[in-house]
């Protein structure tokens, strides 16, 4: 393709913030940055003076910012931002106290809801004082068994007020998921809903909540929190025969709101513990910090998404999902956040579109997997939506195809800045993302992250442009994480991520960098194909693959065989499709075509489901332990690990 998607108009360009930055950049440091490729180079070289100006571009609210800038830049890990700065993250988020919006939540179509940036405040304040009056303080531990409400957008800030620490997971875990998680970091107090919606039907979620939270010794508080009753529904103590539970009301009612007494803490004191996806071993708990999780957010909305005060920002996540942690961070730029809990389906395809039209929503964020599944279904949403306000779409959790892209652009808006954006919960940020004041590309991110050192490594540990390798960032950025939790000298933090190559982080993506400065994802490294000795990324296939009207979804994985690896690709069919030998001759000619005769399956298998983790994605590397009699140990990170028995013993991997 010689033309781009969409390119911004030269007055939505002029009014951009990235613009507005870029001069600041000029009168900061006489430095004429001539575009975004001029101010990317100049932030990679000039990563200290970057920070800076980013720092007072966003009027970040702090004690004291300090005089030292980074310390031990050379080193990662080791190297430290602002070390001598103080600050509250909470109070970055809660600078707006008006009646304006601050929340619009949808719980499906049966909760609607709205608290403006008085109430939220308000709540936070009233919420503060029970924790502290709980024995919450300076680096304590408060988990939210919860929905994305927001109620637990009230109890993360209110816990970080208090100089202590977030950590959530979605309602949907099972006991085991959580214990591995809450487990390891001994929360003081629990939040946890009475139950959820989801497709159409109420879950309870308060027996899950009684077996884990006998197993949590470290509890001295369980708040529920209504959500399908009323708060009249939950008095007293022991609700449910949960040891030491109260209601919500009865836990905030000795405190009226007032100010908050913000509580300063070190640029790098711990902010939110998170996980990996605990699908190979129990999950990694990742600390990340104050200062850096919210520079990093600032940047990624300010100037690559160019999210403004009053802007309405929406993202379809979960709380276990890094992509809350990232929404909830708009509120720094005075912006209102759109809640929505439960099913992307229900009533109907077109509920989070209804949601987006009727709150008249600036950015859309979305999986793309969401965005396969809305091609599939044939919605033609720019038919059906008034979506004149919505100027961002961002896409994340996978790949986003070529034909994804067409879709947006054909079926959803014309004019709208497509941001398929990367980066992950190792980092609670991106590495890669939008640009609003350049084009876009037909299957391509638009941009490395402004101060984000993004190289594309080969075997050798070369740079390559042009060419699939290792992504990898060669300078250390304000959002590494602190640690992980309970690793003593650091030791698997740096097996993680700084193994491969000493002082350079490895971020486990395939991937390569494109003639426009863009990079394409071709799937996680780890996961791979190496048939004959040439590595193929899984997203290539599917890509192919799921284009064929007579398959819903696939998942691709290496089998070992005969001293060498073969494709073997696991397809679950649409309605009414019959894996034949036609069919599975068009799947092969298919992959031949569109890729290369070294990516076509060895083997097409229909199976009934595809594995996938909470947060929607597909388990290529549990899948392909199953089918080498592997044991998968934590089942209970996936949303359905009943699938892993569809692919256990299969006579069609014995020939």
Not at 5 to 31: C, E, H, I, Y
Not at 357 to 379: H, V
Request: glycine share 10%.
């Amino acid at each position: 393709m010689t033309d781009p998607l969409w390119q911004p108009s030269p007055a939505r360009v002029a009014g951009t913030n990235l613009s507005a930055f870029m001069a600041k950049v000029k009168d900061d440091w006489g430095v004429d940055c001539a575009g975004y490729d001029g101010l990317y180079d100049w932030s990679i070289a000039e990563i200290e003076k970057f920070w800076l100006s980013l720092w007072d571009f966003c009027g970040v609210i702090a004690e004291t910012r300090g005089e030292t800038v980074l310390t031990d830049g050379d080193k990662m890990p080791g190297a430290k931002f602002f070390p001598e700065a103080r600050l509250c993250f909470a109070e970055n988020l809660l600078r707006r106290r008006d009646d304006g919006d601050a929340m619009v939540f949808w719980g499906e179509d049966q909760v609607k809801r709205r608290l403006s940036h008085r109430e939220l405040y308000d709540g936070v304040s009233r919420l503060a004082q029970a924790l502290s009056a709980a024995g919450v303080g300076e680096g304590d531990r408060v988990a939210g068994f919860m929905p994305n409400m927001p109620e637990t957008v009230m109890a993360a800030l209110a816990t970080n007020a208090l100089g202590a620490v977030w950590s959530s997971c979605s309602p949907d875990f099972g006991v085991q998921g959580v214990l591995d998680r809450f487990g390891q970091i001994e929360p003081k107090v629990l939040f946890c809903p009475d139950g959820y919606h989801y497709n159409g039907k109420r879950h309870d979620s308060l027996a899950r909540v009684r077996e884990f939270a006998s197993q949590l010794p470290s509890l001295t508080q369980v708040v529920i929190v209504p959500y399908l009753g009323e708060a009249s529904d939950l008095v007293g103590t022991g609700i449910a025969g949960i040891e030491r539970a109260v209601s919500l009301d009865t836990f905030i009612a000795p405190h009226a709101a007032k100010e908050i007494a913000f509580h300063r803490t070190d640029f790098n004191a711990p902010l939110y513990i998170m996980y990996s996806s605990g699908t190979t071993g129990k999950p990694k708990c990742i600390v990340h910090g104050q200062g850096g999780t919210l520079l990093q957010h600032l940047k990624e909305h300010r100037l690559q998404c160019d999210v403004k005060p009053g802007d309405r920002v929406f993202y379809f996540t979960t709380c276990g999902w890094m992509m809350w942690n990232w929404l909830i961070s708009a509120l720094a730029c005075e912006a209102t956040l759109l809640l929505y809990d439960g099913s992307p389906f229900h009533p109907s395809g077109n509920i989070l579109w209804d949601f987006a039209a009727t709150e008249r929503c600036t950015l859309f964020g979305t999986s793309a997997k969401y965005i396969d599944a809305m091609k599939n279904a044939g919605l033609d949403i720019a038919a059906t939506h008034d979506l004149s306000a919505l100027r961002t779409i961002a896409s994340t959790g996978s790949p986003l195809v070529p034909e994804g892209f067409d879709y947006i652009y054909e079926r959803v808006k014309r004019d709208v800045c497509l941001s398929s954006i990367a980066g992950g919960t190792d980092i609670v940020a991106c590495f890669v993302a939008g640009n609003p004041i350049g084009p876009v590309w037909r299957g391509e991110i638009q941009k490395r992250c402004l101060a984000m050192a993004v190289e594309v490594f080969d075997d050798d540990g070369k740079p390559i442009r042009g060419e699939k390798g290792e992504l990898v960032c060669t300078k250390p950025f304000p959002s590494m994480p602190v640690g992980f939790w309970d690793d003593p000298g650091d030791a698997r933090y740096r097996a993680a991520y700084f193994e491969t190559y000493p002082n350079i982080w490895r971020h486990g993506d395939y991937v390569a960098l494109t003639a426009h400065g863009g990079i394409v994802i071709y799937g996680r490294s780890d996961a791979t194909l190496n048939p004959g000795g040439v590595r193929i990324g899984t997203a290539e296939i599917y890509r192919q693959v799921e284009q064929l009207p007579e398959v819903e979804e696939a998942i691709v994985v290496g089998q070992d065989w005969d001293d060498d690896v073969r494709v073997i690709l696991f397809v679950r069919l649409a309605a009414g499709a019959t894996l034949d030998e036609a069919l599975t001759q068009q799947i092969k000619t298919r992959v031949r075509e569109g890729c290369t005769p070294r990516h076509v399956p060895a083997k097409v298998i229909a199976v009934a489901d595809i594995p996938r983790t909470k947060s929607g994605k597909i388990v290529e590397l549990a899948v392909r332990d199953v089918i080498h009699g592997r044991t998968i140990k934590n089942q209970e990170a996936l949303a359905n690990p009943e699938a892993l028995h569809l692919y256990v013993n299969l006579p069609e991997l014995r020939t």
